[in-house]
């Protein structure tokens, strides 16, 4: 075994490993380590306001792989925008068992972010209006597919509860 970690900015960019989504590059700007078998791998960071980086690396044995990079922004589309956010029980404070949930989020089949950066009352994704299809399949607060509607100027809250599948 290796392990893949990313020091590619923005660091809030999802990793793929091998086509698979296993979680964000980094958290409180800490960047996550990876264990993946040694070998030859795809490495592709996603952000919505970036465009997809793709590398191919060789993860030796015992080694920590290291990916360094600026991903290139994109033209983001102008105001208005519409926002949507997930909500936890008041009961589930930020140091619960719910919180740290690293889930993808993807808004018509486009990844957009994880769980646990978009669950702040004052947080989560500036969208223009429109419907999207909502899809989250989390270990922690269960799978969530639908249809969302943004209209400017508001926003719209998912709540999560706690192991709904």
Known sequence: ??????????????????????????????????????????VTLRDPRYEDMTEKVTVKPGKTTVLKGKMKPVTLPPP???????SRPEAE????????D??????????????????????????PPGTYKLRVDSAINGRIEQDVTLEANKAVVIPLRKGEK
């Open 1 to 42: 075994m290796g392990a893949i970690k990313s020091r590619v900015k923005p660091g809030r960019a999802g990793v793929w490993i091998d086509g698979k989504y296993v979680g964000p590059a980094s958290r409180f700007s800490v960047a996550e380590k990876y264990p993946i078998e040694a070998g030859d791998h795809e």
């Open 93 to 100: 404070t930020f140091m619960s068992v719910t919180a740290g």
């Open 80 to 86: 208005p925008y519409g926002r949507l956010r997930f």
């Open 102 to 127: 690293t889930a993808a989020v993807y808004l018509n089949d486009k990844f957009y972010g994880y769980v646990d950066e978009l669950d702040w009352p004052k947080g989560g994704l500036l969208l």
